[in-house]
C-alpha cells in the first residue's frame, strides 16, 4: 500500500514483466518465490491482472475479496491432490500412451483372428476340421465336438482343444464377435474422443 | 514473443513442480473462466464450483499439456466441458450434483458457509466490479501518453516488449519500465478498492 520501498519497486517490476511473460529463467524463480513469500506481493500480481482483464474487458471487473476467496478455496483442493508432476514424469507420459495404443490396436487385431478362426472352426464339416485349423495351430490339434466334458457338449458348439487345454469356444467367439460389432456400430454415431477411451480401457487393465 | 508465450515460463515452474506458481496461473484467469462458465451455467451458485473443478482438473492434466495452444485454449476446452458434464449430471440428478460439485473434503460445512456468502451477483458485488472498471478506466485516462500506448499496446494489442519498441522508438528496458510504471499508477488509483474484507489474505 504505502510501504513502496525500493526493494519492493523492484519485485514488482519484475511481477509486472512476468505477467508480460518477458522474464527469463532465474529471474522466473526469483519473481515466483517473492510472490510466495509476500502477501502484499500477491496483491499486486492480482491487481495487475485485473487491470488487464479491465482494459480488454469491463465485465471483467471483479470485487476483490471475491477472487480471494476462490483461490483459497481451490488452494484446500489442491492440497489434497498426489504431486503430479516432476520433469521426468511428463517425458514419461508420451512413452505410456504410445504403449497403451499399441495394446489397444493388437487387441482388436486379436478379436479380428477370433473371429475369423471361428468361421472356419464351424463352417468346417464336424469330423474333419483338422486339416483347416491346422493352419493356424502348429501344435498337434484335435477337434473335439462333443466328447469333452463341459459346456459346449450340452449345446453342441464347436471347440477347438489342445492337450486339454480350450483353445476357441464358439459362444466366446460370437459374444465377442457381437461385442466387436457394438463397438464398430456406436463408432459411427459417438464423437471420436469418447470411442477412443472406450477401445483403449478393456484390453489394459 | 507473444500473448500466447506469456504463460510459458510459469507452466515450467508447475512442470517443475512449483504448485504455487499454478496458483499464479488461476489468479490471471479465474475471471475469464468464470464468465465463459456463467454463459453456460444458469445458475450463478454453481459458476464458481465449476470453476473451481475446471482448475482442478487443468492442475491434474498439465503434465499432458504441450504447448502446442495457447494455455487459455487448453484451459477453455476444459472449462467446457466441465461445465457441460455439470449440466449433463443436473439434468439427470439436481440433487447429487450439487453437493458432489461442492468440496469433496472433511469440512464440507465450511465450504458450504462460505458459498452462502458468495457475493456472486448480490448488489455490493455488482457495484464494486462497476466501481473498478470505472477507477481503472478514469485512471487511463490520466496517464501520460508514453504510459498509456504503453500499456494499451501490451494489453490491448497484445505486443511484445519488442513490438513495443519497435512501434514506440525506445529501448525494451524502456518499455518494461513504462508498462510497470503505467500499473503501478492505475494500481494506486484501485488500492482503496481492492483490500479484502478479510485485510491481505492472498
Known sequence: MSNVQSSGTAAAEQLSALVDGELAGDEVARACAAWRGDAALRGTWHAYHLIGDVLRSDDLASAPSRDERFLRQLRGRLAQEPTVLAPRAAAVVPAVRLRRRWRAGAAVAAGFVLVAGVLVVTQAPAPEPASRSMAQAPSPVVPVAATTAGPAADTGDAMLVTDGKILRDARLDRYLAAHQRFAGASALGVPSSFLRSATATPPQR | MNANDADAPLIERVRQGDMRAFEMLVVKYQRRIERLIGRMVRDVDLVP???????????????????????????????????????????????????????????????????????????????????????????????????RQAITLREIEGLSYEEIAEMMNCPIGTVRSRIFRAREAIALRLRPLLDTREGERW
Open chain 2, 49 to 147: 464450483d465449476i470453476a473451481q473443478e475446471t482448475f482442478v482438473r487443468a492442475y491434474r492434466a498439465i503434465g499432458q499439456f504441450r504447448g502446442e495452444s495457447a494455455f487459455y485454449t487448453w484451459l477453455y476446452r476444459i472449462a467446457v466441458n466441465t461445465a457441460k458434464k455439470a449440466l449433463v449430471d443436473l439434468k439427470r440428478d439436481p440433487v447429487v450434483t450439487e453437493s458432489a460439485l461442492a468440496s469433496r473434503d472433511d469440512d464440507e460445512e465450511t465450504s458450504r458457509v462460505e458459498n452462502e456468502l458468495s457475493d456472486g451477483e448480490t448488489p455490493e458485488a455488482v457495484l464494486a466490479s462497476k466501481e473498478i472498471a470505472a477507477a481503472v478506466n478514469s485512471a487511463i485516462e490520466g496517464l501520460s501518453e508514453d504510459l
